[in-house]
């Protein structure tokens, strides 16, 4: 159970890692940014998949799981920054394509997306926490 939810964890941070990647550049004003926020979530999952002989390892490898969890919010609050701002007609930033309608709404699903995954593996996080606890 625990090995298939770590899988569904990182094909969920993958897809994160792609949304980002195509949908970032046409809205979002530090993409750049966002995208190596979220790429921190893939690689410390990869990197908690595998049990390590040293201590010191384990605790570096779950030190940057927990980094991971707090820049995800991070990007959660910088694509919220830039999808609460976006008027039709109008640019974000000089790079980024023209609003329109459609892409206001894109946007806005990709936020919720964006939350949603966020709240989903932390509720999943907390309840594993307490579940090694007891």
């Known amino acids: ?3 298939q939810l770590q899988a569904a964890h990182v094909m969920v941070s993958v897809a994160t890692e792609i949304l980002v990647s195509t949908l970032a550049p046409l809205f979002i004003y530090h993409y750049i940014a ?3 926020i979220s790429s921190v979530q893939p690689v410390s999952l990869l990197l908690m998949a595998k049990k390590y002989r040293s201590n010191a390892v384990n605790k570096m490898v779950k ?4 980094l991971s969890r707090i820049l995800q919010v991070v990007g959660l609050f910088i694509v919220m920054s830039n999808v609460f701002v976006m008027q039709p007609g109008e ?4 790079s980024c394509k023209v609003n329109t309608r459609t892409g206001i709404i894109c946007a806005y699903v990709f936020l919720l997306y964006y939350f949603f995954t966020t709240l989903l593996f932390t509720h999943i996080d907390i309840k594993n926490m307490a579940e090694h606890k007891s």
């Open 1 to 3: 159970m625990i090995a």
């Open 34 to 36: 966002l995208i190596a």
């Open 63 to 66: 030190a940057l799981y927990v």
């Open 91 to 94: 640019k974000n930033c000089p």
